[in-house]
């Protein structure tokens, strides 16, 4: 027991000597705006940057979009053979952000993971339908769920450097049907 407690005591200390080593806070206080600040700091440490391409706004816009998604879009899902239907809703900002968002999103995951997407227009948001052959993708596509879909993938952070660097715009993608 007495060394049990010397080595919480040990633990404790040690990590009451890290807390009190840092003065300056490491948190950017605000999810989009550290985004943009990591890649500020990619720029500015690329010496290839082009800064006459650089556009930080859209990168920012982008993140708007991001967060109108995540935080407001309504999204009902179906399971359907071979994985999931979502009918993604919203209005206004939410509404342009989803319209915006899900027909990218299906290029960039269109035969990721053996996965089929697609996105249907409808009146108030998108339809994303992803499908797969193999029965247990299909499961993992129901338990992602719309959010879960969205995130997968390791191609979005370096989507947002692109988008920064004025090598990317959602305004060029082509709309899917």
Same mark, same amino acid.
């Given at each position: 027991m007495q060394e049990m407690m010397r080595r919480h005591r040990g633990m404790m200390g040690g990590q009451a000597g890290m807390h009190g080593a840092s003065t300056t806070p490491t948190l950017p206080g605000q999810d989009a705006f550290g985004a943009i600040q =990591?890649?500020? #700091?990619?720029?500015?440490?690329?010496p290839k940057t082009d800064w006459s391409k650089v556009d930080l706004e859209a990168l920012r816009q982008h993140l708007i979009e991001m967060n109108e998604v995540t935080l407001n879009a309504g999204a009902t899902p179906k399971q359907i053979d071979g994985g999931l239907e979502i009918e993604v809703t919203g209005s206004g900002r939410t509404l342009v952000a989803i319209q #915006?968002?899900?027909?990218?999103?299906?290029?960039?995951?269109? $035969?990721?993971?053996v996965w089929s997407a697609k996105a249907s =227009?409808?009146?108030? $948001? =998108?339809?994303?339908?992803?499908?797969?052959?193999?029965?247990? =993708?299909?499961?993992?596509?129901r338990s992602l769920g719309f959010i879960g879909l969205l995130a997968s993938g390791s191609w979005h952070q370096p989507h947002h450097l692109a988008m920064a660097k004025g090598e990317f715009d959602h305004e060029h993608l082509p709309h899917q049907h």
């Open positions: =990591e890649v500020v #700091r990619i720029l500015d440490a690329d #915006r968002m899900a027909p990218a999103w299906v290029q960039m995951a269109n $035969g990721q993971n =227009e409808l009146p108030n $948001g =998108e339809l994303l339908t992803v499908t797969t052959t193999n029965p247990k =993708e299909a499961q993992h596509i």
